[in-house]
């Protein structure tokens, strides 16, 4: 195994890492299920790549790795099917919901941004 493989690695283990951060980032501003998931089974995937980078596997395909892999794509599976079910009952988003608090506040003729102007 050669260091330019361990850079590959490291670097693969750090943009899914990032990868990870924006879907968390997005799931703290929506709130939304989808999101959660796909930054665990990125998170996940920096997991093994890290652990291929310092453990220094020769033969990635050992069970413990294969494992790490297989579940990231299991739950980033379960996020799409998830997302796409349209039988599920639909809920608001934080961004919805606040959106429908200001419109009910624009409509009752409050202010919504407390500077006196309305909208």
């Given at each position: 195994m050669t260091g330019l493989t361990q850079f590959f690695w490291g670097a693969s283990a750090m943009a899914a890492w990032i990868v990870g951060m924006i879907f968390f980032r997005s799931w703290r501003y929506t709130g939304d299920r989808f999101f959660v998931l796909s930054a665990s089974a990125f998170w996940m995937l920096s997991l093994h790549w890290t652990a291929l980078a310092v453990v220094g596997a020769v033969d990635e395909t050992r069970p413990y790795f294969y494992l790490v892999r297989l579940l990231a794509f299991v739950v980033l599976l379960t996020a799409?099917?998830?997302k796409n079910d349209r039988h599920?009952?639909?809920?608001?988003t934080r961004f919805e919901d606040q959106n429908a608090r200001r419109?009910?506040?624009?409509r009752a003729g409050h202010d919504s941004c407390g500077d006196g102007a309305l909208g």
């Amino acid at each position: 195994m050669t260091g330019l493989t361990q850079f590959f690695w490291g670097a693969s283990a750090m943009a899914a890492w990032i990868v990870g951060m924006i879907f968390f980032r997005s799931w703290r501003y929506t709130g939304d299920r989808f999101f959660v998931l796909s930054a665990s089974a990125f998170w996940m995937l920096s997991l093994h790549w890290t652990a291929l980078a310092v453990v220094g596997a020769v033969d990635e395909t050992r069970p413990y790795f294969y494992l790490v892999r297989l579940l990231a794509f299991v739950v980033l599976l379960t996020a799409i099917a998830g997302k796409n079910d349209r039988h599920r009952e639909t809920r608001y988003t934080r961004f919805e919901d606040q959106n429908a608090r200001r419109r009910s506040a624009i409509r009752a003729g409050h202010d919504s941004c407390g500077d006196g102007a309305l909208g």
